[in-house]
């Protein structure tokens, strides 16, 4: 069994997203955002998938380390689950 998270990547892109505009950690002035995130974070999701779909090509120094194409192809299946699902 592959390793990996139980939270879609979109999910957690979106999370960062909503979390960096509430949170006084980053641009917002709330000092506890979870709650908020937890809410709404799916207004983010559009964004997360369009960070996805730039990410599909790594740059070098991550083809540097590691096989490109194993790279676009796992990023192009989290892409594929996000439109699939289509929250």
């Known amino acids: 069994m592959p390793e ?11 999370r960062v997203l909503c979390g960096a505009e509430h949170s006084a950690n980053a641009d917002g002035s709330e000092e ?5 995130v937890d809410a709404h974070w799916r207004k983010h999701r559009n964004q997360a998938l ?20 194993v790279w676009t192809r796992m990023v ?12």
């Open 4 to 14: 990996g998270g139980h939270t879609s990547l979109v999910e957690r892109i979106a």
């Open 76 to 87: 192009e299946a989290s892409i594929a689950d996000a439109e699939d699902d289509g929250e």
């Open 50 to 69: 369009a960070v996805l779909k730039s990410i599909r090509e790594t740059d070098a120094s991550g083809a540097s380390v590691g096989d490109p194409a």
């Open 32 to 36: 506890h955002a979870a709650t908020h």
